[in-house]
């Protein structure tokens, strides 16, 4: 989920990428918007997010495309799409991150999965591929009441190999969270994700382990309609490396 720079689409191979992760999008959900004869899935959802105001800098995401569902044989899918502007250029060069998710839970009961990633981007060379183990602490014997009683799902998923053009030692940990306050209102939510990245071979300006955060605050407006408000954190980008948007959410749950 981090973001080394983002480059225009107009460069050589860019608009071939970002049509098949277009395709492969559509092609996760016809079969379930079809209601076809066979049911492929548990449970699931799709939200879409556009946030047309950014505090600090245009540079960052402005549409955002979030699919997870539950599937047969213990397997799950989770996938983000952001869309965004290059900075000082015009309004019709846009810039893309997709990550695709593969889950697999090791057991009926276990709160570990295995998992792999696969990350594409603007730009050459800027892919990134990686198997780890996924924990999900609030489904851990032991912990699954003091979770509960906190209305807090937490997991972390260690990508401890990465097969792609960078160096096998390259690894991140990545941390995702969502919490409810039914004490207060069951239309609020918070939500959010934290990557820190090691051992990454990068120029002199850049932390030496740089995170990627975003924690948003949801509220439910009316039906499957939120507002959200999202603050960032992107110290792969340089300049300004904080960033609040605020949005709405349109959220498709099956």
């Known amino acids: 989920m981090y973001q080394v720079k983002y480059e225009a689409l107009k460069i050589k191979g860019g608009w071939q990428k970002i ?3 277009i395709l492969s999008v559509m092609g996760f ?42 599937l047969e044989n213990r397997f799950s899918y989770f996938s983000l799409l952001n869309l965004g502007k290059k900075s000082g250029t015009e309004a019709d060069t846009v810039t893309y991150y997709t990550e695709q998710n593969l889950r697999w839970k090791i057991t009926e009961t276990s709160p570990f999965d295995l998992t792999i990633q696969l990350n594409f981007r603007s ?10 183990v996924r924990w999900r602490l609030n489904d851990t014997p032991g912990l699954v009441d003091f979770f509960k009683a906190l209305h807090l799902k937490y997991a972390l998923n260690l990508h401890g ?35 820190h990245t090691f051992n990454q071979d990068l120029p002199e300006d850049f932390p030496r382990n740089p995170i990627v955060a975003e924690v948003q605050v949801g509220v439910r407006l009316v039906e499957n309609f939120y507002g959200i408000a999202e603050y960032r954190i992107n110290q792969y980008r340089r300049g300004e490396t904080d960033n609040l948007a605020v949005g709405v959410e349109y959220k498709i749950v099956w």
Not at 124 to 131: A, G, I, M, S
Request: aromatic residues 16%.
């Open 19 to 21: 049509f098949w992760c």
């Open 161 to 195: 190999i990465q097969f792609d053009h960078e160096a096998a030692y390259v690894w991140q940990m990545e941390h995702a969270f969502r919490m409810v306050f039914p004490g207060i209102s069951d239309r609020l939510y918070l939500a959010g994700f934290i990557d």
């Open 123 to 132: 730009g050459e060379k800027n892919d990134r591929h990686r198997l780890g």
């Open 29 to 70: 959900i016809y079969p379930l918007s079809a209601q076809a004869d066979v049911k492929n899935s548990g449970g699931g959802f799709i939200d879409f997010n556009a946030y047309p105001y950014l505090s600090d800098t245009d540079n960052d995401t402005i549409v955002t495309i979030n699919i997870a569902a539950k």
